[in-house]
């Protein structure tokens, strides 16, 4: 190529620096949070473009020696190659990240800063590489310029291969992150004392544990078929939790802080999971391996490549890995590490999803098989049958008991810790607060919740003799002393925060609380409450704790978010649910409140009301949910397909009723879901608003948001039988097929493999010749997906 050709290409360099110049002013204006990355990555490029303009001048010199200058710019691989490659991708992700003309009219911030501070540092440090050579361009003869490109093209290669391995790495971690541990662990940290659990860190039992050979020990706590009752001192058979967040999540965070000590070494990995029964997400086999293994990756200095190429087979971000893949991937991302890699999961007992904990412990079995040396494993929970039975043959170390005299130490701790700082109980005179220290570290038996309810209940007292409690007693006298016009909030506060799918927000619960399935209208804004805030937590008092979730953007500039729409997590929350700013939630205080309100021993007169089953907690959320939809579309004077943040400012629930409603329906059996499908059926066929709520709410449907899926669809989709009956009985259009490959009712049933829904649609007639896409028949796609039964 002759250097007048390269001067063309200068020439195209600088048009599309002046490109870059331009989008980085519209996000200077736009992206107010990364102005100071936008602004070092703009300076930069402008730069590059001043020398850009100069080499292209270049090209009005008759000199051969400049011509050859331009030519030996412009060889293949060259750096003018080099500069178009990393300009070009710059505008690329420039451009992506200010979405699409959909969410600017919706009223949706579509403008999205794409780069990290960590990008911005790598691509400013290669661009000023790239300007340095160019400029030698301008000012030094031939042959000191080959040498000087020659040496700077190679290490621009190898910039953009260790950016390239970069980001893979955290588009993997990032992939794998699906739920953060970071925030339990940060919440127990806040509840111990500075010398909590340190006859465990500072004993012989750790150093055993962390010098054997594939070592896993079990931490277990009292009995839950047996507890220290308070007014004799003597053992009764009384179900009873003994983990307290107070204390065993505080234990575990110990444990965790103290690794990080010894894992202070590019070799040594420390990965840790919560289990949390109040967010089903910190419920599920995947989230765990898929957190540990995030967590792994983060801390290894190179992925191996076999992680790359087991990435690349799932698919990026379009396919989610299974159980088997990650616990594979999980024993060769730990074979990796040249030293120690140790692991803490927290709470196996809190993994109560039905029919699952069997897998979970059979994935520590499996762990301990791959007989990996170098690997350490702790577990807590409580010592519930099948757990013992899995864990206790399996360690060769000696499972401990948290309880007796280690754990009392910890107790009396907490007691004076609180004594000496709670602004009301530090007053007290000092022999009063002697005989409660005295008192509750004696009967405590090594609950630290039940001595957390004693110091709450203490602080509101204004006698000495104090009349110390059961931990039942302790929630039946909150309960009974709830004031009887709050009675019936109260009830549906704690069955949402029994049986919620997530942590709740604190509006979402008070506006929970007044909506009443039973009630002609259910919900009714004149019904809410005049300061939600303060009014629920003043109802609910020690039965409920609060928590200040983080923002997630703004605190780590190495952080990113690709969801659909900027800062929100669509598939946990649903649109509209943003996690840009600090969230106040709220959840029961201990696992044992939970436990009581399920159980038989709440069904004495004064607290019955407050009972509830499984199944009766689901199904009332369930309605409750599709009600407040209701409400919503007929009370609505504007409205768009998306849930727009002001309507979710205007209806704080809405965000969680259109995403989770049918995750509390399906844990209905059939049986007794007639009063959800009722409600779901009407919804369905009220108006179009309903239909895209229902369909659009869950990120898993099949349908596009750009088509409007039939009632029937979503019904057959979600294998409502119940109500694909109704709808067929209010005769709905069987053979409709409104979705964007044009299924009918009957080919969605029977690629999802829902017999009954199947059956039943063919006895109305359904046509099962009808074809779909490129021609493929019913028992084609049926087959392909799998479902024999169906077929």
């Known amino acids: 190529m002759d250097g007048l050709s390269a001067a063309a290409s200068v020439v195209a360099l600088v048009q599309i620096s002046g490109q870059i110049y331009n989008l980085c002013q519209t996000y200077y204006s736009g992206v107010k949070s990364a102005r100071e990355d936008i602004r070092r990555l703009r300076n930069e490029v402008t730069s590059l473009q001043d020398v850009l303009n100069g080499v292209a001048d270049l090209a009005d010199s008759p000199a051969s020696a400049k011509l050859a200058v331009l030519d030996l710019l412009n060889q293949p691989g060259g750096l003018v190659q080099q500069c178009r490659t990393e300009l070009a991708g710059l505008i690329t992700k420039l451009v992506d990240g200010q979405g699409d003309g959909t969410m600017k009219s919706l009223g949706l911030r579509a403008l999205k800063w794409p780069f990290t501070k960590k990008d911005v540092d790598a691509t400013v440090s290669i661009v000023g590489r790239q300007k340095a050579l160019f400029h030698l361009a301008l000012t030094t003869d031939i042959t000191t310029l080959t040498v000087a490109i020659d040496q700077g093209i190679t290490q621009l290669r190898l910039d953009f291969a260790a950016s390239r391995v970069d980001d893979q790495r955290d588009k993997i971690i990032k992939w794998l992150s699906c739920t953060d541990p970071s925030f339990n662990h940060l919440a127990a940290c806040k509840k111990h004392q500075p010398m909590t659990g340190e006859w465990f860190t500072k004993g012989s039992i750790m150093k055993e544990w962390m010098e054997t050979q594939n070592s896993l020990l079990w931490l277990y706590g009292i009995p839950r078929d047996l507890m220290l009752t308070i007014y004799s001192g003597m053992w009764e058979d009384y179900l009873e939790y003994w983990k307290s967040a107070a204390y065993y999540g505080a234990f575990s965070s110990t444990i965790i802080e103290q690794m990080k000590l010894h894992c202070d070494k590019p070799d040594f990995a420390l990965a840790y999971f919560y289990f949390d029964f109040s967010d089903s997400e910190k419920q599920k086999l ?99 049958p099948d757990i013992n039975a899995v864990l206790m043959p399996l360690s060769k170390l000696e499972a401990i008991s948290i309880q007796g005299s280690q754990v009392q130490s910890d107790i009396s701790l907490h007691i004076r810790s609180q004594l000496a700082e709670d602004p009301k109980l530090k007053k007290w005179p000092s022999e009063v607060k002697e005989d409660i220290e005295k008192a509750l570290s004696a009967r405590a038996g090594g609950m630290f919740r039940w001595v957390f309810c004693q110091l709450e209940a203490l602080k509101k007292c204004r006698k000495r003799n104090i009349l110390l409690e059961t931990l039942d007693d302790t929630y039946a006298r909150i309960l009974s002393q709830i ?57 609910l008092g020690s039965l409920v ?247």
Not at 515 to 534: A, I, K, T
Request: aromatic share 8%; net charge negative; hydrophobic share 40%.
């Open 286 to 384: 995947s989230n765990l391996l898929s957190s540990l293994l995030a967590q792994l990756c983060s801390k290894a200095a190179c992925l191996p490549e076999q992680m790359t190429e087991w990435y690349k087979k799932c698919g990026h971000n379009q396919h989610s890995a299974s159980v088997k893949e990650l616990s594979d991937a999980l024993s060769m991302m730990m074979s990796e590490f040249d030293d120690q890699v140790f692991l803490v999961i927290d709470a196996l007992d809190e993994f109560a999803r039905i029919g699952e904990r069997g897998e979970l412990l059979t994935l520590l079995e499996d762990i301990h098989s791959w007989s990996l040396p170098k690997v350490h494993l702790i577990v807590t929970s409580r010592p519930e």
């Open 483 to 539: 004031d009887k016009n709050d009675k019936m909030e109260a009830r549906r506060a704690l069955l949402w925060l029994a049986f919620s799918e997530r942590p709740l927000r604190i509006e979402e619960l008070a506006e929970a609380a007044v909506v009443d399935p039973e009630s002609d209208p259910p919900f009714s804004p004149e019904n809410r409450l005049l300061n939600p805030h303060g009014d629920i937590l003043e109802i």
């Open 545 to 791: 704790t609060i928590f200040v979730k983080p923002a997630q953007r703004g605190l780590d500039d190495d952080e990113s978010d690709d969801s659909d729409l900027d800062g929100w997590d669509y598939d946990k929350y649903g649109p509209g649910y943003s996690d840009e700013y600090e969230q106040t939630e709220i959840k029961l205080a201990h696992f044992s409140v939970k436990d009581y309100l399920v159980s038989t021993r709440i069904q004495a007169p004064k607290t019955a009301i407050f009972s509830a089953t499984p199944v009766e907690g689901n199904s009332f959320i369930a309605r409750s949910c599709l009600l407040y939809i209701f409400h919503y579309t007929e009370s609505c004077t504007k409205y768009t397909r998306f849930i727009l943040p002001v309507d979710s400012d205007s209806f704080p629930l809405l965000l969680y009723a259109c995403r989770l409603w049918y995750n509390h329906a399906k844990a209905v059996p059939a049986s007794n879901r007639m009063s959800v499908d009722l409600i779901a059926f009407r919804l369905l066929v009220s108006n179009t608003a309903s239909i895209d709520l229902l369909g659009n709410g869950l990120p898993f449907l099949r349908f596009s948001h750009m088509l409007r899926p039939t009632a029937l669809n979503i019904a057959s989709q979600l294998n409502l039988e119940g109500v694909v009956r109704m709808l067929l009985e209010w005769k709905a259009d069987i053979n409709a097929a409104h979705d964007s490959s044009g299924a009918t009712a009957l080919q969605i049933a029977a690629e999802e493999g829902h017999e009954g829904v199947v059956r039943l649609l063919l006895e109305h007639n359904a046509n099962i010749e009808a074809k779909v896409r490129f021609g493929a028949t019913l028992l084609f796609c049926a087959a392909t997906r799998g479902q024999e039964t169906v077929v």
